[in-house]
């Protein structure tokens, strides 16, 4: 059975083999605060902050940042990219602020490798506060790629992933007390996929094609979900 420190050292391991490579660029996360439409100078609480690019880019954009990752490696590459944030090593199921202290919650892809994810997401709404948003990306298990491939989801797999379809995850959020406002694709991935280099002539074919098709790729087959939300009162 997977545990934490298995967990904690993987990422280790990840981060100081890849560094600043081993997620998105620093130029992808403003998607996200477009999304989230902050107000500045509000607290925003990144969770499983990775190399920090999203504090950084939330930091310049008015925002007091925190993050919290169960990564070490993580946490110095985030101190280093966003110095102006307050970062912290911790379990992100465990996290170290009072009850309400967040005007944003956001968790970019880190939720679905929790090994409790339902006190993770307790946590998320026991620090927030009763008006704050919450983005949070989850995987798809439906996604066109993997399903033409495959492939049964990414590298993280060999530590801890779940994967659920679109419905799932509504569910899932919504038995949890969050009201959904919006779900968008996130299409950062799938866009990278495309310009990976790879001598398997069928998925070069398939790339190709999908290049000039992505974005008519329905909802229920996008690789990652963003949910923005907030709390449902009537659920507290």
């Known amino acids: 059975m997977v545990d934490y420190a298995s967990i904690k050292e993987w990422y280790n391991q990840k981060h100081l083999k890849y560094g600043n490579s081993a997620w998105r660029p620093y130029e992808a996360y403003s998607i996200f605060l477009k999304l989230l439409k902050p107000v500045s100078s509000k607290k925003l609480l990144d969770v499983g902050c990775g190399t920090g690019f999203f504090l ?19 946490v110095k590459l985030s101190k280093q990219n966003s110095p102006s944030s307050n970062i912290k ?8 602020f009072h009850n309400g202290f967040f005007d944003y919650v956001c968790c970019l892809g880190a939720l679905e ?11 998320f709404k026991r620090t927030a506060k009763p008006s704050a948003k919450f983005l949070i990306i989850v995987p798809n298990v439906n996604y066109i790629y993997w399903k033409i491939t495959g492939k049964l989801g990414t590298e993280q797999q060999e530590i801890n992933e779940r994967l659920y379809p679109l419905k799932q995850w509504k569910s899932y959020f919504e038995n949890h ?6 779900i968008y694709q996130d299409t950062w991935e799938f866009k990278n996929v495309l310009h990976r280099k790879s001598k398997n002539i069928f998925e070069l074919f398939l790339r190709y094609i999908c290049r000039f098709f992505y974005f008519l790729i329905p909802l229920r087959y996008t690789e990652q979900f963003i949910f923005v939300m907030e709390r449902n009162a009537a659920a507290d």
């Open 56 to 74: 950084r880019t939330a930091a310049e954009n008015g925002l007091e940042t925190y993050g919290v990752d169960i990564s070490a490696q993580a």
């Open 89 to 96: 090593e911790v379990n992100d199921e465990n996290l170290p």
């Open 113 to 123: 490798h929790f090994v409790d994810m339902d006190k993770g997401v307790k946590e």
């Open 177 to 182: 007390g969050f009201k959904i406002i919006k």
